[in-house]
């Protein structure tokens, strides 16, 4: 009898050329993607070694973290070394035939938003990228993680890998999500409960009824922000779900390779019996809709608690943290944290700019108004969403509401483009990261999910989005 494996073995198995010693192995890599903010020096290396890249059809570019997000037709990069990377970026494609999502590609946007969308991301690859939240697409049951720029330039030479060899970790999550509470609150919930470190050295499968439960972009917006617990990569077997998304999304896959491909991804699932080496079980019932109270992802709570106490906290590592956090986020232990007044809210990032975010955005916002005093912001995460919010009225009506509507791209999530905040600034967000001055110097970030970040807009507070109406 064979040793029962983890799907995240499996497809470590699947994909090794070599073995090279108990730690690491070389990885062959299906899909690498890239952006122009990591792949500069990797490109100047390759040609300084005089090397190729031997298969550049596997390989895929976009300009997503640096370009400007205003509502132009054409849109130009005015600083002058973010123009500089996108223009090398495009230098350094053609010249190695890389397929590229170019500034002003009516299809460019944000990577991890793209990537899936046009069916490059299928159950059993393994993706790489420069960028961490490269675990997205877990969600479709292939093993995506992200990498350093010497890494980059090895990959563009051989496609390769040294890959040093992860623990496996499982997270059942049981249970039915309470109404009005999404994938980002269960994802911040999970990091508030096993830590920013928490998955450190591990790559994490999800799975039970809760994570069933969810779509193919919910599934997304959780393996997204497995990262933020440490996770080395996020898997979720693919499903009936998952294998609906990849062919709707890729109808090149037909006849007899789709025969294969489903036979294929029908063996991706750890098996019975498979050893983990961490296990935790959650029930979902207990989630409530979270929001970070600090400067960390594991620093959140849910919306309708109060501000922990440092004095409470036994770790004297993590009170000092609690701490400086509660000064740079201007709050005081034992507040309430419903009803904090927000000047700014953004609504955007790789986690949770995609139709369904939107969407759900339109159906809190109704038809109520941007309260007075906030800058309100959607940032779709490709041209497709942006697109078919377009064709659904989604942006017409958030524009009547008092949205700004903008292009795609990473845009505030980390604000290296000229959508930065200023200091003391308080912004909900729907992005992923809430470090010191992330969204701009001084600036204090909340994360939250989309219907959250709306109820915000609205109230220009923080609030619990169970206690709004839905009026539309
Ligand atoms: C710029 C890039 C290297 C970075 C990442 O790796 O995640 C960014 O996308 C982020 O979200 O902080
Ligand atoms: S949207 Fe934010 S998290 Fe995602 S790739 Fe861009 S900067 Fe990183």
Request: glycine fraction near 8%.
């Amino acid at each position: 009898m064979t040793t029962p494996t983890t799907l995240y073995q499996k497809l470590v198995a699947s994909h090794t050329v070599a073995v090279l010693d108990e730690q690491n192995v070389l990885l062959f890599c299906d899909l690498h993607l890239m952006n122009e903010y990591t792949s500069p020096q990797a490109f100047a290396g390759l040609h300084e070694a005089g090397r190729g890249v031997p298969v550049p059809g596997q390989n895929v570019a976009v300009v997503s973290h640096i370009i400007p997000t205003h509502p132009v037709r054409w849109r130009t990069i005015q600083d002058p070394p973010s123009a500089l990377q996108a223009s090398n970026l495009k230098a350094n494609c053609e010249r190695h035939q890389i397929p590229l999502f170019d500034t002003n590609d009516p299809l460019q946007g944000i990577e991890h938003v793209i990537a899936p969308e046009h069916g490059m991301v299928r159950p059993g690859m393994v993706i790489i990228c420069g960028d961490s939240h490269t675990t997205t697409y877990g969600a479709l049951g292939a093993l995506g993680f992200g990498i350093g720029t010497s890494e980059v330039e090895h990959v563009l030479a051989t496609q390769t890998l040294v890959y040093r060899l992860a623990k496996d970790m499982r997270i059942r999550v049981d249970g039915t999500l309470p109404t009005g509470t999404t994938a980002k609150d269960l994802i911040l919930w999970i990091i508030s409960r096993i830590g920013a470190q928490g998955a450190r050295g591990f790559v994490v499968e999800f799975c039970g009824s809760a994570i069933e439960a969810l779509s193919v972009e919910a599934r997304f917006t959780l393996c997204n922000m497995a990262v933020e617990a440490g996770a080395r990569g996020a898997l979720i077997a693919p499903d009936a779900t998952a294998i609906a998304y990849v062919l709707d999304k890729a109808p090149d896959i037909t006849g007899e390779v789709r025969a294969q491909a489903l036979d294929h991804w029908a063996t991706l699932h750890s098996d019975a019996g498979a050893a983990f080496d961490v296990e935790h079980v959650f029930d979902a019932s207990e989630v409530a809709p979270f929001v970070t109270w600090g400067t960390s992802p594991d620093q959140a709570m849910a919306v309708n608690a109060t501000v922990p106490r440092p004095e409470d906290i036994a770790d004297a590592v993590q009170r000092s943290s609690a701490e400086q956090a509660l000064r740079y986020t201007a709050l005081s232990a034992g507040q309430p944290l419903a009803g904090v007044p927000v000047q700014h809210v953004f609504i955007g990032s790789c986690t949770n700019a995609r139709i369904e975010d939107l969407r759900e955005v339109d159906r809190i916002v109704g038809s109520r108004h941007v309260a007075s005093g906030v800058r309100a912001m959607v940032v779709p995460g490709s041209g497709a969403v942006k697109a078919q919010a377009e064709a659904e009225g989604i942006a017409a009506r958030l524009v009547a509401a008092g949205f700004e509507w903008r292009q795609p791209g990473c845009s505030m999530c980390l604000a290296m483009n000229d959508d930065v905040l200023a200091p003391g600034q308080r912004c909900a967000s729907t992005t992923n990261r809430n470090f010191e001055g992330r969204q701009g110097r001084g600036a204090i970030t909340h994360l939250m999910s989309p219907a959250m970040a709306a109820a915000a807009a609205i109230t220009g507070c923080i609030t619990d989005v169970r206690t709004l109406e839905v009026t539309a």
